[in-house]
């Protein structure tokens, strides 16, 4: 029985394969978590001030300065790192489409460069064959241009000085 014949749902990680495959709709897909991740971190923060002014104001009989802070300390804590984690849970996800995009675009341009490094090299061992230059005067007339141009030695200066 070939994939194409099972139906879609006995396959779970099908969807995820295609958004794994598709760039655009993996970035779609993590701004669905970090939607969700931030709902979660605005209500926790909620919650972890209504926590620390509960926690904050309940005094027992006999208590001195500072001991119902110090109570509470253990529980703001653990939601203050939660917190902390969330906020990093939330960069990691922007980071991860942003890299993920730039895979794409590596990709592209990786195969853009091997393209023009092959053409390179098929230029270098195949160079192009080029006509020989016209040369319409005589072998042994004198040129019109007696500069630089032609071959001299350093004998045939003819009045110029030496540097």
């Not at 969807?15 to 978590?33: G, M, S, V, W």
């Not at 002014?53 to 001195?64: I, L, M, Q, S, Y």
């Not at 110090?70 to 990093?88: A, C, T």
């Not at 853009?112 to 319409?136: G, H, I, S, Y």
Request: glycine share 6%; proline share 7%; hydrophobic share 35%.
């Amino acid at each position: 029985m070939s994939t194409e014949d099972t139906p879609f749902f006995n396959d779970p990680n099908a969807a995820l394969r295609e958004i794994a495959q598709n760039p655009a709709a993996y970035a779609h897909y993590l701004a669905d978590f970090h939607r969700v991740v931030l709902d979660m971190a605005a209500k926790l923060e909620v919650l972890q001030r209504e926590t620390r002014v509960h926690c904050r104001g309940t005094r027992v009989e006999g208590d001195k300065m500072g001991q119902a802070f110090l109570r509470s300390f253990p529980v703001e804590k653990s939601l203050n790192d939660i917190l902390k984690h969330l906020k990093g849970v939330t960069s990691g996800l922007e980071k991860s489409a942003h890299k993920r995009h730039a895979h794409d675009e590596k990709v592209k341009e990786v195969k853009k460069q091997r393209k023009e490094k092959a053409l390179l090299k098929e230029r270098k061992n195949n160079p192009p064959l080029q006509a020989a230059p016209e040369n319409p005067g005589q072998q042994g007339a004198p040129s019109p241009n007696m500069g630089y141009g032609s071959p001299a030695s350093i004998y045939d200066l003819r009045g110029r000085e030496s540097a």
